[in-house]
């Protein structure tokens, strides 16, 4: 690797060139002035000028005229793969990288969200890229919307999907889908005795389980309630939904869950789902990232995935 050592050497590069190491790339591949100015487009004077120029630059004559044509001298001999690299490298700087194909493509990236998401959200996504990007690894990480800010300002995340306040001015943010508060417990349970629209007073009547990707004894509904004068009666807390089905149903804890979250678990266990008599303005769950991977084609096209894995995921309360 080059190093620059001084405020010298980075002064001698800054006052060089640098198009006069593709016109000695070429002069070398060619041996011949005439040759090269019609590969850079440029009369032999200008060639020739500027191997002039090379050569007092150098101190070295580099190329010298024989019968067969020009002859490279040792110390161009030495120079030619050093520049040829460089001469690569520029083109690599300069070439727009490949349209992305996500059947071919080779990435990691990794995922910042609330544990509400992997059911719903995130385990038909992992079904899908399996099938259309086998070569895309997922990392699902549990952040809540601090930690998640986080970890996107450090770049150890890609994105992150949740229910954001406010965002840095240097993140993007969309609009993934609107959320909303259900109360979900088994279908036997007493509470679903009073019809298929219990009272909230009825509600808040029972224990209540609550999942907290910190391990709070508060969730975002505690602070609706606070809002409206209410507290609940909170049971246990989880850090995570893998036991809240069988919890529901072996015991008469309630919980109050977004409806994404609460649909998955109705359809799949003995559980029914009502929605909580309360005025609260829907649970807006944006995708967030940092600005840099704005135009970044794979990072766009994991994006519109989740995106469409939040939208098919979204068919309603189930009772």
Not at 97 to 116: L, S
Request: hydrophobic share 45%; proline share 7%.
């Amino acid at each position: 690797m080059f190093i620059i050592q001084d405020d010298a050497q980075l002064k001698n590069i800054h006052n060089f060139d640098l198009n006069l190491l593709m016109t000695l790339h070429v002069l070398l591949e060619e041996r011949s002035v005439t040759r090269t100015g019609e590969r850079l487009g440029r009369t032999q004077s200008a060639v020739s000028n500027a191997l002039k120029r090379l050569r007092d630059l150098i101190g070295d004559p580099l190329l010298v005229r024989t019968p067969e044509g020009l002859s490279p001298t040792p110390r161009a001999m030495d120079l030619a793969p050093r520049v040829a690299e460089i001469v690569r490298a520029a083109r690599d700087c300069v070439t727009p990288p490949a349209a992305f194909d996500p059947a071919t493509a080779e990435a990691r990236f990794a995922i910042g969200a609330p544990d509400r998401f992997s059911l719903p959200v995130f385990l038909p996504l992992l079904e899908h890229m399996g099938r259309v990007a086998p070569g895309i690894v997922l990392n699902l990480r549990t952040t809540d919307r601090d930690y998640a800010i986080r970890l996107i300002e450090g770049d150890e995340i890609a994105l992150a999907i949740g229910w954001f306040d406010a965002t840095p001015p240097h993140l993007t943010r969309m609009l993934a889908f609107d959320d909303r508060f259900v109360c979900l417990c088994r279908r036997d349970h007493p509470l679903m005795q009073a019809g298929a629209r219990p009272a909230l007073d009825d509600i808040l009547a029972w224990p209540h389980l609550v999942v907290s990707s910190t391990g709070d004894r508060r969730a975002a509904f505690d602070a609706v309630l606070a809002r409206h004068g209410q507290t609940r009666q909170i049971a246990a807390t989880m850090m995570s939904f893998t036991t809240v089905p069988e919890l529901l149903m072996q015991t008469d804890m309630i919980g109050v869950f977004t409806h994404r979250t609460s649909d998955y678990f109705a359809r799949r266990y003995p559980l029914a789902s009502a929605p909580v008599p309360l005025e609260v303005a829907p649970i807006a769950n944006h995708l967030i990232w940092h600005r840099r991977y704005d135009t970044d084609e794979a990072h766009a096209w994991l994006r519109g995935q989740i995106l469409q894995a939040c939208t098919a995921g979204d068919d309603g309360p189930v009772g």
